[in-house]
């Protein structure tokens, strides 16, 4: 029997669509449900390796692991890995398909509508509920016409929809009143109810706007979601986490890490921030690394040329090279690893072309090539085994001391002291054993404990909220 399928759709971005879609596959496979996360196009530079092959947005992967199913590229067909401020590359079924600015791209939106439906459909012959999460607001009515990740995919598909509304963003009740007035009747009909997400404080209070909300629109409540602590455990989707004001703990342990303009799959970091004595402490621009860290980390990035001319604009390779110089730690992470050599070259144009002269810490040589390295992968460092994965483009090769390697193959090199290292190998921090072994070369504990377990944990008590404030029975009945 074909899949029921219902939509989670937003009054605007980080609504929390993508923590409440993991949080409803988490509690709907619970009751027995095989169920699948859909996102019909993503845009993200934090991508992850389907186990099928290709790039997904890190988001579905975390909504397939909520699932208890294999990530897989019908979950993303469409993402979309920003390079600048209005070009983007475009990633189809988990592949490269090319590159588009935005105006270009909004063009080409129609051509990708049959290739989305496609893969819903295949998703819904293997699930009992797939459940879909819109990018956006529906209520945008300038890129209506273009449309495939809202409306635009919703109406074509019947699939009914959710409206999710963040409180704590103040304005709720306007949003979602605005949203409603914004679509046409039978966009309108397709929602069947609202979810208030991220409420503080005595949810009674907000009965009334309940009843305007439902005066307005017509719209039921499916239940008003308080703000969860346990979200903070699960990995987040969009660099814009990284800029809202957060206080640190302050740690044994002081890791800094600068905040490039095209920032890739930070989440590399979190497994890191969760330790006890250790302070992951995010640098923006016009602001020095902190003298006082004992690491640097320079993390992935969806343009390495362009991030590393940004960084020395910002004199942040002046302050590496007094931290290597006063005995600290440096680790580059993709893109990152890619600038600790002598030079990115990008004769095949990848990047734009040209060449780089970079910082210079490795003896190392990065030539950017159109082939992409994509991956799940085993991986061997500091005498203990991990895994992790590889999205990139390029190949780094010099005379410097394996850090990583995989059967013979490299994936990693290390300055002789040991103090500079990089890898290609993304996640390489969820393994206990292996951020153990790293932690104490830099006389830090750890707790060893395996990241994905966290997640797990955090996905259920994220299940186990929304049982108790949503109603699961009406949301699975007004999907269709």
């Not at 208890?68 to 469409?78: G, Y």
């Not at 640098?283 to 980390?297: C, E, F, T, Y």
Request: proline share 5%.
């Amino acid at each position: 029997m074909t899949a029921k399928a219902l939509m989670l759709q937003g009054t605007g971005s980080d609504v929390g669509k993508s923590v409440l879609v993991a949080g409803l596959a988490r509690a709907f496979t619970r009751r027995g449900l095989r169920v699948m996360p859909f996102k019909p196009q993503n845009m993200s530079n934090n991508a992850a390796v389907a186990e099928d092959g290709g790039e997904i947005g890190r988001a579905q992967w975390l909504q397939a692991i909520a699932a208890e199913v294999q990530p897989s590229v019908h979950m993303n067909p469409v993402l979309l890995k920003p390079e600048s401020d209005t070009g983007a590359q475009i990633i189809v079924h988990g592949k490269f398909y090319g590159r588009a600015e935005a105006k270009v791209y909004q063009e080409r939106k129609a051509e990708l509508l049959g290739k989305v439906i496609s893969s819903f459909e295949h998703l819904k012959s293997q699930a009992d509920l797939v459940l879909v999460e819109g990018a956006g607001s529906p209520a945008e009515v300038n890129l209506r016409a273009t449309d495939i990740a809202n409306m635009g995919f919703a109406l074509p598909t019947n699939t009914p929809v959710a409206l999710v509304g963040d409180i704590n963003r103040g304005g709720v009740i306007a949003a979602i009143a605005g949203t409603y007035h914004l679509l046409p009747p039978e966009e309108q009909a397709l929602i069947k109810g609202v979810i208030i997400n991220q409420f503080r404080g005595d949810v009674r209070l907000f009965d009334g706007g309940l009843t305007a909300i439902t005066e307005q629109t017509g719209w039921p409540c499916f239940g008003v979601v308080p703000f969860l602590r346990a979200v903070r455990d699960l990995p987040a989707e969009d660099a814009v986490v990284l800029e809202q004001d957060a206080k640190s703990r302050t740690g044994k342990l002081k890791v800094a890490v600068p905040m490039l303009p095209r920032i890739a799959n930070f989440d590399d970091l979190d497994p890191l921030a969760a330790e006890e004595d250790v302070e992951v402490v995010m640098v923006p621009p016009g602001k020095p690394l902190p003298r006082d860290a004992g690491l640097i980390i320079l993390p992935g990035s969806k343009a390495t040329i362009a991030d590393l001319r940004f960084l020395k604009a910002e004199g942040w390779h002046h302050d590496l090279h007094a931290h290597v110089r006063a005995g600290g730690h440096v680790l580059g992470i993709c893109g990152g690893y890619q600038m600790l050599g002598d030079v990115v070259q990008d004769p095949d144009r990848v990047e734009g072309g040209g060449e780089e002269e970079g910082l210079g810490l490795l003896p190392l040589t990065t030539i950017l090539t159109p082939h992409k390295a994509v991956r799940n992968i085993s991986a061997e460092a500091l005498g203990v085994l991990l895994g992790g994965y590889e999205i990139h483009a390029g190949v780094t090769k010099g005379d410097a001391r394996a850090f990583m390697t995989k059967a013979g193959e490299v994936l990693g090199h290390q300055s002789a002291s040991g103090r500079v290292m990089g890898t290609y190998v993304h996640g390489l921090f969820q393994t206990g054993a292996f951020r153990q072994q790293f932690l104490d070369q830099l006389n830090t504990a750890s707790s060893a404990e395996d990241f994905h377990a966290r997640i797990d944990v955090a996905l259920d008590a994220l299940a186990d909220a929304l049982e108790k404030h949503l109603d699961l029975d009406a949301l699975y009945a007004a999907s269709r």
